[in-house]
């Protein structure tokens, strides 16, 4: 069974930083986990993801988000800058190969942070 926590949602304005943190407990690792968001109204889509031998990215976020990891602790962080409004939504961790989440699903998923961009 693998659990994921995440942490570090909240309200920012707009051109401002947030840095989401996802601790995973269970017979996993950091390969393959990543980061999912879903804006009011819209579909799921993936945001970044550590894959096996590469690192995605959406297209949306390609130089503003960067995904890291600490391996020791087993937590994947997603640190956001220059965030705009069009990036509020609930960004879910996610643990799931990159076939899977390019497919929108993954094995496992977090319960969810919410976060808020303000003009």
């Known amino acids: 069974q693998v659990q994921l926590v995440e942490s570090g949602g909240g309200l920012v304005q707009a051109g401002g930083s947030l840095r989401l943190s996802c601790a995973a407990s269970?017979?996993?690792?950091?390969?393959?986990m990543g980061w999912f968001r879903q804006a009011p109204g819209k579909e799921r889509e993936i945001v970044a993801h550590f894959g096996l031998t590469s690192t995605f990215y959406a297209e949306s976020v390609q130089g503003r988000f960067t995904i890291s990891r600490d391996s020791a602790k087993n937590t994947v962080y997603l640190q956001m800058n220059s965030l705009k409004p069009e990036d509020t939504a609930i960004y879910y961790c996610a643990v799931g190969s990159r076939s899977q989440v390019m497919s929108n699903s993954a094995d496992y998923w977090g319960q969810g942070t919410q976060v808020t961009v303000s003009s």
């Open positions: 269970g017979r996993t690792s950091t390969r393959n």
